[in-house]
């Protein structure tokens, strides 16, 4: 069983400070995607990587894929309030059919 | 907006009951995916269908089955409804249905409650 642990569970900082989160397994994941959920809603994706080493960004956000395609991480800099949410990282196993998801991070960002 | 749609957005029903979740995937997905999320166990994976037929199954308990139609819409269907089962029910689809880098789109979800 492929198992995903995300750290920290709940994070909650300043507005413009910057914070990590982190995606680990002991797994190889053919891609890694992340996703932003709001309260009450679906996940909505951010960003998909596909190559171990691969980083991603996206205005403030940066996604890094590990080389052995194992562990991930979301960076983001100088963060605000409208980046407060569930980040949820979920892996796509060889067959890519199903995503693990990790048990997400709850981020809350104070004006 | 992902482009799937779930109906209904809201279900309060009694244990023991059956209930049919629906799920419409984005325009020329072929594959749909239902997940469950509960606060204890997070997002999980229950089943897959691509093109009409089971693709791949997770943790989908034996009161549970799905079904993908010819027009591709899919439905989850929950009988025996046990507390337990209140959760958020979520549909995903994507494009295929075994590539690693097959990317999923999520539903806005339906919430069950089971009292």
């Known amino acids: 069983t492929q198992l995903l642990e995300q750290s920290p569970q709940f994070l909650s900082i300043q507005e413009g400070e910057n914070l990590t989160v982190y995606c680990n397994s002991s797994?190889?994941?053919?891609?890694l995607q992340w996703y932003r959920q709001e309260p009450g809603e679906g996940p909505v994706l951010l960003v998909t990587v596909v190559t171990g080493g691969e980083v991603k960004k996206l205005k403030r956000l940066t996604f890094q894929f590990g080389d052995a395609r194992k562990d991930s991480s979301l960076h983001i800099t100088a963060a605000q309030p409208g980046d407060t949410g569930l980040y949820l990282c979920a892996g796509a196993g060889a067959a890519g059919n199903k995503l693990t998801f990790g048990g997400g991070t709850r981020v809350l960002v104070k004006p | 907006d992902s482009g799937v749609t779930q109906t209904p957005k809201h279900l309060i029903t009694a244990t023991g009951q059956r209930v049919t979740l629906r799920c419409s995937p984005r325009?020329?997905?072929?594959?749909v995916y239902w997940y469950q999320q509960s606060l204890d166990q997070g997002l999980q994976f229950l089943i897959q269908?691509?093109?009409?037929?089971?693709?791949a199954k997770g943790n989908i308990l034996e009161r549970f089955s799905a079904q993908q139609f010819p027009d591709l819409h899919s439905e989850l269907n929950l009988s025996s409804l046990e507390l337990g089962d209140s959760a958020l029910y979520f549909c995903a689809s994507s494009v295929r249905g075994q590539q690693g880098t097959d990317t999923q789109y999520f539903g806005p979800g339906t919430r069950l409650t089971v009292l």
């Open positions: 269908y691509y093109n009409g037929e089971e693709r």
């Open positions: 797994s190889v994941f053919s891609s």
């Open positions: 325009s020329g997905d072929l594959s």
